[in-house]
């Protein structure tokens, strides 16, 4: 590893450790690769910490909810946290849930239906 590298991959990750309490599964891996984890870090902070078109309350809600949709526990447990520190309130991070499980559910239900419905016109 490059010497400004790990220096870079050091501030990062003491950042990291700053806004979440700890170090992400994911971080802590990837920052073994700077090559890797530099670029991921930055698009993540940008995402999280310095949104242009939304706050960081309305991204942690985001991230909830794809959370809740992907079945992601680790991620889950990540921006709820962030979410309730950051103000959001425990009812809107219940919505939030509910959006992602439900967009999860009604995926399934599209792809179970048209193939219901594609056998049985095929039966027709």
């Known amino acids: ?8 991959v050091r501030k990062v990750l003491e950042r990291t450790r700053e806004e979440y309490g700890f170090v ?6 990837l920052s073994e690769r700077p090559d890797l984890y530099l670029p991921y870090a930055e698009l993540s902070s940008r995402l999280f910490f310095k949104p242009q078109h939304m706050d960081r309350r309305t991204t942690e809600l985001a991230a909830i909810a794809a959370g809740a949709a992907l ?11 962030q979410a309730l520190r950051l103000g959001v309130t425990e009812e809107a991070v219940m919505e939030a849930l509910m959006l992602g499980a439900f967009m999860s559910m009604n995926r399934s239900c599209s792809v179970a239906l048209r193939c219901l419905r594609s056998a049985t016109e095929d039966r027709v």
């Not at 590893?1 to 870079?8: D, G, L, P």
């Not at 079945?71 to 946290?81: A, D, M, P, R, T």
């Open 1 to 8: 590893m490059v010497e400004n590298e790990e220096e870079r």
């Open 24 to 29: 992400p599964l994911v971080s802590e891996v």
């Open 71 to 81: 079945g992601s526990e680790n991620c889950l447990n990540v921006h709820i946290l």
